[in-house]
C-alpha cells in the first residue's frame, strides 16, 4: 500500500466498510458519522503519512504514524472522540440488559468518527507473515488499527 492511495476499511467478521457521512456523530454532535456499510461513496479513504518523514506514493510500513481522510468529506479525518462513549449507554448492566444490550456494555470505548482534526493512527498485523520486506503493508492484507493517544485498538461494536 501506498501513501496517498485510496482505499477501503473493511470489518473482516461483518464484511462490511467503514463508512463516513454528513450525518452527525452520536457522541461529537460537531463531528460527522462513521457507521459500517455495504459499500457506497463514503466508504473510501485515503492513508496520509502523519510526519514528512514519509511523502504521498512512498510505502505505508507497519508501525508508521498515519491519519485516515475520508475522500467524500475532504478535510475530515478519522477520529477517536475526547467524550466517552458511555454518554450513550444505560448506567448499570441491569439497565442494559433490560434495554437488550447484553451485559457485556463497556464505559471506558470512545466513539470513532470524523472530524476536520487529524487523529493519529497506526497499523499492527494482525498475523505475522514471512516475506521479502514485512515492515511494508499490502492490499487486502489483515491488520488491526491502533490509536497512540488512546492506547487502544478499534474496533467494531
Not at 475526547?82 to 448506567?91: D, E, G, N, R, V
Request: hydrophobic share 40%; aromatic share 10%.
Amino acid at each position: 500500500a501506498l501513501y496517498g492511495r485510496s482505499f477501503q476499511l473493511q470489518h473482516v467478521q461483518s464484511g462490511l466498510f467503514v463508512c463516513a457521512n454528513q450525518a452527525a456523530a452520536a457522541v461529537d454532535a460537531a463531528h460527522r458519522k462513521v457507521c459500517l456499510a455495504a459499500g457506497g461513496v463514503g466508504c473510501h479513504w485515503r492513508i496520509k503519512p502523519r510526519f514528512l518523514i514519509r511523502t504521498e506514493g512512498s510505502p505505508i510500513y507497519s508501525g508508521d504514524d498515519w491519519v485516515i481522510e475520508s475522500v467524500a468529506l475532504r478535510g475530515h479525518f478519522l477520529a477517536a472522540s475526547h467524550l466517552p462513549y458511555a454518554t450513550l449507554q444505560p448506567k448499570s448492566k441491569k439497565a442494559a440488559i433490560e434495554a437488550g444490550l447484553g451485559d457485556t456494555v463497556r464505559y471506558d470505548m470512545l466513539e470513532i468518527n470524523c472530524c476536520t482534526s487529524p487523529t493519529t493512527f497506526r497499523a499492527r498485523r494482525f498475523a505475522h507473515v514471512h516475506r521479502k520486506d514485512e515492515r511494508a503493508l499490502f492490499t487486502n492484507e489483515i491488520f488491526q488499527i491502533y490509536h497512540p493517544q488512546g492506547v487502544a485498538f478499534v474496533r467494531a461494536s
